[in-house]
């Protein structure tokens, strides 16, 4: 892919460009609770978004998409574009001289082998590439935060979604052989070591593209914010359900609607959740991780209800499973993957367990997708 990239832009413009990476992501646990000021155990993967890249000394920036097998031209001072995959360059680079910078035209080619649309982030990788990219050759001196900022901001700003900062942490921070626990209040993380010897993860794709699923995400963040307006009037110090406690929730249920009340109580458990989840790992107790991994699971179908059919099936036949010690859906939801910890010996039963049944069952095959855990942005020279 790497090579490819290089070569279709010489072929297009002509030129050597820099060539940068930035990767997308699983997260073992702490699922919707980033755009809440809670925790995240994301690590990067394996698998990235690729730019080529090279300033032009023109008026308008040519971009090539190897997915999309399209070129487009784009004017950095012009109006917004109208295709979403221009959108998040374009997002990118105004987010950036919202922020002060001056960002000349250039000529990029992009594609990579992050899944597209299977929950990996592969929007988040492209913003993080771009920015990461740009911030280099042009030395704009941005750090890893705030292009994660850029990149979160882009979506909410130029496509609409009001996602959390995980992807794009995860996108620029990630370390080989490393889960990061970020703590998205503070924006501080620590590097956790990951290695579980004798099982590793794999990602099952559901093979689902839900239609619904920015607009869902969105309609669930707002009832966060319901339940903390509600709590917030009686005690002023609840700002974001990070400061909510089972007990304040529970003080106050009668004052909102029963599907607030569901919502905010799945984040409270999840957060707990993920730091009991931590102090497993770090006692080496991965049967007791997985055992959270499935209670958020069922956390994120029964009370967040962002999960689907398709989803609650890879996940019964994994608890039915000897050897798969958690597994859940993964990412925001309504399709995408589910991930699982595995035990080596078993992976390959597991694989096809679940999709001849699935097979069976919805007519189409999930596709297994394995990972390791890889580094963060970065060029390539
Ligand atoms: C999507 C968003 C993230 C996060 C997850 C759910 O991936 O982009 O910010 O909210 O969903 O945990």
């Known amino acids: 892919m790497k090579t490819k990239i290089q070569e279709e832009f010489k072929r297009r413009f002509g030129d050597e460009a820099r060539l940068f990476a930035s990767p997308g992501r699983v997260n073992l646990i702490g699922e919707h609770t980033d755009y809440n000021l809670g925790f995240v155990l994301p690590g990067a993967i394996d698998k990235a978004i690729y730019v080529a890249i090279k300033p032009n000394n023109d008026k308008v920036c040519r971009i090539y998409s190897i997915d999309y097998d399209t ?9 917004l574009p109208k295709a979403q995959w221009v959108r998040y360059i374009y997002g990118v680079a105004h987010e950036m001289m919202k922020r002060g910078a001056t ?21 988040a990788a492209l913003e993080s590439a771009v920015g990461f990219a740009l911030n280099e050759i042009y030395g704009l001196g941005f750090d890893r935060k705030t292009l994660a900022q850029i990149g979160q901001m882009t979506e909410h700003n130029y496509v609409g979604v009001r996602c959390g900062i995980m992807d794009q942490f995860a ?6 052989g490393h889960v990061i626990r970020l703590d998205c209040r503070s924006l501080d993380y620590a590097m956790v070591p990951f290695d579980p010897t004798g099982y590793r993860l794999v990602l099952l794709d559901s093979m689902v593209k839900h239609s ?24 002023p110090a609840v700002v ?25 109580n799945y984040v409270i458990n999840e957060n707990e959740r993920l730091l009991d989840g931590c102090t497993a790992l770090a006692q080496g107790d991965y049967a007791l991780f997985g055992k959270k991994m499935f209670a958020t699971h069922d956390g994120l179908s029964h009370d967040y209800e962002v999960s689907c059919a398709e989803l609650d099936f890879i996940v019964d036949i994994a608890r039915a499973t000897d050897g798969v010690l958690g597994a859940r859906m993964m990412g925001g939801g309504f399709g995408g993957c589910v991930i699982s910890l595995v035990r080596d010996t078993i992976h390959d039963s597991y694989v096809n367990e679940v999709q001849e049944k699935f097979t069976q069952k919805f007519g189409k095959t999930p596709r297994s997708i394995d990972v390791v855990i890889g580094d963060g942005a970065h060029e390539i020279k």
């Open 71 to 79: 070129q487009v031209e784009i004017d950095l001072a012009g109006p």
């Open 103 to 123: 960002v000349p035209a250039f000529d990029c080619v992009f594609g990579g082998d992050v899944p597209l649309g299977a929950g990996l982030s592969s929007s």
């Open 171 to 176: 996108s620029l921070f990630g370390q080989k």
């Open 240 to 264: 974001s359900l990070r400061d909510m406690t089972q007990d304040m929730l529970d003080t106050y249920k009668d004052e909102m609607e029963e599907v607030v009340y569901r919502r905010c």
């Open 212 to 235: 619904l699923a920015s607009s869902e995400y969105n309609i669930r963040r707002t009832q966060c914010e319901t339940g903390v307006a509600v709590v917030s009037r009686h005690i």
